[in-house]
Each structure stands twice: as C-alpha cells, then as structure tokens.
C-alpha cells in the first residue's frame, strides 16, 4: 500500500519477554519516527531517523529500547525485558525529508504485556 | 513536563455550529504546528498546519489561529459535521522539526 505500514498490529507478551515491531514507511520518506501513545495521552516521541542513522534518540526512556533503520527504509523498535508499562500504542511516522513537514502516520501497534 | 497542552478533554457540538478546539504551549522555540485528527484503531492523519510567520491559515472548513504572545492556538470547524467526531491533537515542533510535541488530545463529539 501507499502508506505506513506497521506489524503486528496487536501483540500480547509477558513480563520479561523481548518484543520487535516493524514499521515500513512510505517509499522515499527519508525521515522516520517512532512514537508512543500510552491511554489518554498524546503521542510521545521515542526515536527520529533520518537515512540509516538515529538523528535523535533522546525520547528512548531506558536502555531497554532499542531501534534500527539498516537500510534507511523499514524500521524495527526492540523492546527487551519487557515491563507491564511499556503496554501502549507504538505509532511510527514516516515524513518525506524531516525538518518542519507533516507526519504520516501508521495504525500503531498496540502491545500488552501481562 | 507537558509543552503541549489540551486543556479540554472533551467537546460536544450540534452539527452545523461552530467547532473550537483550543491548545497551549510553553516553549517559545516551537515555531511550526500541526493539527492531527484520529479515529479509534486508526494512526493520527494530518489536518492543518500553521508556521509562527502566521496568524492564520485556512483549509476549507478548517482553519487554525496562532497567537505568539499568548502561545495559543486554535482550530475552528466551521460548519462541523458528524464525521468530524473524533479525537485531534495539536503538535508543535521547533525549527529543527526532529520532534514533534503533541497534546493529550480533545475529543470532539458532533451532535446530527
């Protein structure tokens, strides 16, 4: 499809366990972003590429959470050791060059953990 | 600390009227801001966006006002609709863009 792309859209973990979510951006968007929506909040920011590299990783919240972008395309969010709070909405954004432009959204992916 | 705030949770409007969503910041860096509206299970889709060289921009039925000196800023539906109802977000992000501040969102409720 035309837009992002994001899977699984659902994933039930246990506490402990490692968890990887995948975000395909729309083609060409060289800047990717990874937000987090916990319930009743606003999107929080975790992670903007732009290419290949991290340009800004200062909203990761513990060494737990990791992400990569290897071919400056697909994204994968790792979360290790899982805790009952990292249960959220994990939305990535895709956006053609960065800077001051709109984001576009994928469905989220939505994590519990038990 | 929270830089974007909706102070609103929850709007409820008779089709027809006038919609206002309201937003405040406290970062004066933040230069650029977008209005995002979102329906249950979906991710946020962009709606409207305003630079601080503004007052004022206009899409339709939607414009977005931005004052400076009050670090405000508003979304006005005109006339709203049933398929307005759903839950917007403003965001403001500074000039390098690398992230973007977003509200806790309004949920907006359209009458028939």
């Known amino acids: 499809g035309a837009g992002v792309s994001q899977t699984p859209s659902n994933k039930v973990t246990e506490k402990g366990k490692y968890v990887e979510l995948r975000c395909d951006p729309i083609?060409?968007?060289?800047?990717l972003y990874w937000y987090r929506q916990s319930l009743g909040q606003g999107p929080e920011f975790l992670i903007y590429?732009?290419?290949?590299?991290?340009?800004?990783d200062s909203g990761l919240p513990n060494d737990r959470f990791f992400a990569v972008r290897p071919e400056g395309s697909v994204s994968t969010l790792k979360i290790q050791r899982t805790e009952r709070g990292d249960s959220a909405v994990y939305l990535c954004?895709?956006?053609?060059?960065?800077?001051?432009?709109?984001?576009?959204f994928g469905e989220g992916s939505r994590l519990t953990v038990l | 600390d929270q830089q974007v705030k909706q102070n609103s949770p929850s709007l409820s409007v008779q089709e027809g009227r006038i919609s206002i969503l309201n937003c405040d910041y406290t970062?004066?860096?933040?230069?650029?801001f977008l209005w995002y509206k979102k329906y249950p299970a979906e991710g946020p889709t962009f709606l409207i966006s305003?630079?601080?060289?503004?007052d004022k921009n206009e899409d339709g039925r939607f414009t977005v006002f931005l004052n400076k000196s009050a670090k405000h800023l508003s979304l006005h539906i005109v006339p709203s609709q049933p398929g307005d109802s759903a839950v917007y977000f403003c965001?403001?992000?500074?000039?390098?863009?690398?992230?973007?501040?977003f509200g806790t969102g309004t949920s907006l409720t359209v009458i028939p």
């Open positions: 083609s060409g968007h060289t800047a």
């Open positions: 305003i630079s601080s060289i503004k």
């Open positions: 590429f732009q290419g290949t590299g991290a340009a800004d």
């Open positions: 970062n004066s860096m933040f230069d650029y």
């Open positions: 954004a895709s956006s053609f060059s960065g800077g001051a432009g709109e984001l576009f």
């Open positions: 965001a403001a992000s500074g000039r390098t863009g690398n992230q973007f501040y």
